[in-house]
């Protein structure tokens, strides 16, 4: 069975940074493709950012995330983490990070497997 935990959440100040890492067990991560999404209070869950096991593995961002998020792998740790730089108040949440055989998608509907989630806070 296929589980997944994140950490590195925590708070912050706003321009600061935090590095989420999603740990994989029982399973070989090399296979899946890898999503992070976030949900804020009263807000609906949304895509953050994807990365997939093939393609060299390419990237995908939600455009509020682009260039302040980066989303990495290392196969050998069976680890994907989630570097975000210059934070700011919208982008507190929970985070999750989610899996699934394949390519990365922005579509939480795709993915089979899901962490229990991390809280980032961002104060002001």
């Known amino acids: 069975q296929v589980q997944l935990v994140e950490s590195g959440g925590g708070s912050v100040q706003a321009g600061g940074s935090l590095r989420l890492s999603c740990a994989i067990s029982?399973?070989?991560?090399?296979?899946?493709?890898v999503g992070w999404f976030r949900q804020a209070p009263g807000k609906e869950r949304e895509f953050v950012a994807a990365?997939?096991?093939?393609?060299?593995?390419?990237?995908a961002y939600a455009s509020s995330v682009k260039g302040r998020f980066t989303i990495s792998r290392d196969n050998t740790k069976n680890t994907v983490d989630l570097q975000m730089n210059s934070l700011f108040a919208e982008d507190a949440a929970v985070y999750y990070c989610?899996?699934?055989?394949?390519?990365?998608?922005?579509?939480?509907?795709?993915?089979?497997?899901w962490g229990q989630g991390t809280q980032v806070t961002v104060s002001a």
């Open positions: 990365i997939s096991s093939w393609g060299g593995f390419s990237t």
């Open positions: 029982g399973g070989t991560l090399r296979v899946y493709g």
């Open positions: 989610a899996a699934r055989p394949g390519g990365g998608s922005a579509s939480e509907t795709e993915y089979s497997y």
